[in-house]
C-alpha cells in the first residue's frame, strides 16, 4: 500500500471541477431570425457571465449537449476534402490519414441532406484507400462497410475509383450482406416527417428497418465495436430538424422524437427557442429544454416589438430542479433599441436577486387589475394589471407585456444569489456574502482532501515502520539477503511519511485558509484572524485566534 503526491493533484482537480459545475443558462424565445432578439440575449449572455462566471453554461458547451455543428461551410469541407486527396496521390499516407480523421467528424456535423451524404461516402472512402495503402486492411474494409450499411445498394463510381477497389468493395458488399440484422423504430410528433439515417433519406415516419451491425472482431476494441454500431438519426418535417440521435444497436431501439420541441431549438447563431404563439407550447418546450441541459436554474429573454421603434425586454427564470416553474419575471422598456445593451446590466441583476431597480418592471400574473404606474417602475414594484390582458404590450398606453400566472416552485425553496451591482460586487443592502464564501468552500474541500491523504500515507508509513523494525527485533539483524528488502523498506516509509507531513501541512493551511474566507465573509472584523502552525517531526498543529 503506497501513496504518492499524484493523489494530491487528482484531489485539488476534483475539488476544482466540482466547484465549475455549471447551473445556469441562458436563450432567447420568439422569432429566432430576429437581430434584436438574438443581440440582447447575446449581451445579456454577456452580464450575466461577469457575474456568476463558471456556473453560466457557454454557448459552445450548451450547442454540444444538443447538436454539435461544425463551424465550416460545406464548401470548405469540400476544398479540405480535395487537399487529402491530393495528399493521397502525392503518397503522402500518414499525413492524409491524420487529416482524412478530422475531416470525417466534421463532416457527420453538417446539417442532413443529400450534400453531406455525397461528401460524407466519399471522404469514408477516399480514407479506405488510404488505410488500404498503409497496409491496414480491416480498417480499410470497416470504412467501406459503413457505406453498404447505410446503403446496400450504394454505387461506386468505376471512373473514379480502380479496378482492385471496385474487387474490394464488392467482397465487403457480401460480407455486410450476412451480418446479423437489429431493428431500428423511429417514431414522431407529428408523423410524417422524414428520416435521414447518417443524412441519408429512407423513409418517413413512423419508420422501421432491419439494420446491419458488425459481429465482434477479436482484434476489434469495444470502442471501435460500438462506433461500427452506431447511426445518428435526424427527421424533418415543414422546415423543423430535431437534434442528431445517435443509436448504438445491441438490442432493438426504439426511437420517439418530440419535432413540436426539437424543432423550436436553434443554436446556429444565438440559442434560441422559437414561438409561434401559444403560450402554453413556449414554456413547456422552455421546461424540456432546462431538464436537456441539466441546468438548475435558465434566463429565458424575449422581445415584444411596439410602435414607433420602441420594443419590451421580457426576462423569465425558469426554476428547472425543482418544479420547471417560473418563479419571476420582469419587463424592461427601451425606447431606443440600439441602446438596449446599456439596459441589460440591471436585467441581468433582476434575474439573479429578483430585485427590481431603475427601470426594470415585475410582471404579475394576467388575472392582476391594473398596469403598473411611473412611480411603481422607479420604487422597483408592480401594480397589478387588469384582467385578461394580453400578452402584447399595449400599442396606445405601452403598459408592459402580461405573463401567464407564476407558479411558485413546489420543491425546496429558490437560492437567491445576492445582488449585484454594474461592476459585478454584491451590493450590502442585498447581502454580505461576497466572492469569498464558494472561494472559502472550494479552498476548504482541497484542504480535507489534503488531510485525507496525509493520514493515508501516515498509516501506510507506520505499516512499513513496523515491518521494518521487525528484522532488528530481539537484537537480531537482517541477512546479507534481504538487505535490499529491508533498505527499500527504509527508503518507501520515509517517502510515505514526507508525503503525511505535506498533505497534514498542505491540508491544514488549506482548511485554515477556507475556514478564515469564510468566517471573513461580509462586514471585516475588527480584530484580524491569527493563524500560527505549529510543527515538529511528529506532530502539527494549528493555532488560530479569531477575533
Not at 446496400?152 to 468505376?158: F, H
Not at 477497389?165 to 437489429?182: D, L, P, Y
Not at 451590493?427 to 489534503?450: C, F, H, I, K, M
Not at 546479507?480 to 503525511?500: C, H, K
Amino acid at each position: 500500500m503506497r501513496v504518492s503526491w499524484q493523489w494530491l493533484v487528482v484531489g485539488i482537480l476534483i475539488a476544482g471541477g466540482a466547484s465549475a459545475q455549471s447551473r445556469w443558462a441562458v436563450v432567447g424565445s420568439g422569432n429566432c431570425s430576429d437581430p434584436d432578439l438574438l443581440n440582447n440575449v447575446r449581451q445579456l449572455w454577456n452580464e450575466m457571465r461577469s457575474r456568476v462566471g463558471n456556473k453560466l453554461l457557454t454557448e459552445e458547451k450548451l450547442r454540444e449537449k444538443l447538436a454539435p455543428a461544425t463551424t465550416r461551410t460545406p464548401e470548405e469541407l469540400s476544398r479540405q476534402f480535395q487537399a487529402v486527396q491530393m495528399l493521397f496521390y502525392q503518397n503522402k499516407l500518414d499525413e492524409a490519414e491524420e487529416q482524412v480523421r478530422g475531416l470525417v467528424v466534421e463532416v457527420s456535423r453538417l446539417p442532413a441532406g443529400k450534400e453531406r451524404w455525397k461528401l460524407q461516402t466519399d471522404t469514408h472512402l477516399l480514407r479506405a484507400m488510404i488505410l488500404r495503402e498503409l497496409k491496414h486492411d480491416e480498417l480499410a474494409n470497416q470504412e467501406m462497410a459503413w457505406v453498404l450499411r447505410r446503403d446496400p445498394n450504394y454505387p461506386l463510381d468505376k471512373r473514379q475509383y480502380s479496378g482492385q477497389t471496385h474487387e474490394r468493395f464488392e467482397r465487403v458488399r457480401k460480407q455486410v450482406a450476412q451480418e446479423k440484422r437489429i431493428r431500428l423504430e423511429v417514431k414522431s410528433q407529428p408523423s410524417g416527417a422524414d428520416v435521414f439515417l447518417d443524412s441519408l433519406l429512407v423513409g418517413k415516419t413512423p419508420f422501421q428497418v432491419d439494420l446491419p451491425v458488425a459481429s465482434a472482431s477479436a482484434n476489434a476494441s469495444q470502442e471501435n465495436e460500438a462506433s461500427e454500431n452506431r447511426y445518428q438519426v435526424v427527421v424533418m418535417k415543414d422546415g423543423a430538424t430535431s437534434m442528431p440521435h445517435l443509436v448504438t444497436l445491441k438490442a432493438p431501439v426504439s426511437l420517439y422524437v418530440d419535432l413540436q420541441f426539437e424543432g423550436a431549438i436553434h443554436t446556429e447563431r444565438t440559442p434560441c427557442l422559437s414561438y409561434e404563439g401559444d403560450e402554453k407550447t413556449r414554456w413547456s418546450n422552455a421546461q424540456k429544454l432546462a431538464t436537456l441541459l441539466e441546468v438548475e436554474q435558465m434566463a429565458v429573454l424575449r422581445v415584444e416589438h411596439q410602435n414607433q421603434g420602441s420594443l419590451w425586454l421580457v426576462a423569465s427564470v425558469l426554476e428547472a430542479k425543482h418544479s420547471s416553474a417560473r418563479t419571476r419575471e420582469g419587463s424592461l422598456k427601451v425606447t431606443d433599441p440600439s441602446r438596449a445593451s446599456e439596459e441589460l446590466g440591471g436585467v441581468a441583476d433582476f434575474i439573479l436577486t429578483g430585485l427590481s431597480r431603475g427601470s426594470i418592471t415585475t410582471t404579475v400574473p394576467s388575472s392582476a387589475e391594473d398596469a403598473p404606474s411611473e412611480s411603481s417602475k422607479a420604487a422597483g414594484t408592480a401594480t397589478p394589471a387588469k384582467p385578461g390582458a394580453g400578452s402584447a404590450p399595449s400599442r396606445s398606453t405601452g403598459t408592459p407585456p402580461a405573463a401567464a400566472p407564476v407558479r411558485p416552485p413546489s420543491g425546496p425553496a429558490t437560492e437567491v444569489i445576492p445582488a449585484l451591482n454594474r461592476q459585478g460586487i454584491a451590493n450590502p443592502e442585498a447581502s454580505n456574502r461576497t466572492w469569498r464564501t464558494p472561494v472559502g468552500l472550494g479552498v476548504a474541500g482541497v484542504g480535507l482532501v489534503g488531510v485525507g491523504i496525509g493520514v493515508f500515507a501516515q498509516l501506510n508509513a507506520s505499516h512499513l515502520w513496523e515491518q521494518f523494525n521487525g528484522y532488528y527485533a530481539n537484537g537480531t539483524a537482517p541477512s546479507q539477503l534481504s538487505l535490499p528488502t529491508v533498505v527499500q523498506m527504509r527508503q518507501s516509509a520515509q517517502t510515505a511519511q514526507g508525503v503525511a507531513m505535506t498533505g497534514f501541512i498542505a491540508g491544514g493551511v488549506a482548511l485554515v485558509g477556507g475556514a478564515a474566507l469564510l468566517l471573513l465573509d461580509g462586514a471585516p472584523p475588527s480584530t484580524p484572524v491569527a493563524v500560527r502552525l505549529v510543527a515538529s517531526p511528529t506532530s502539527l498543529g494549528v493555532n488560530v485566534r479569531f477575533p
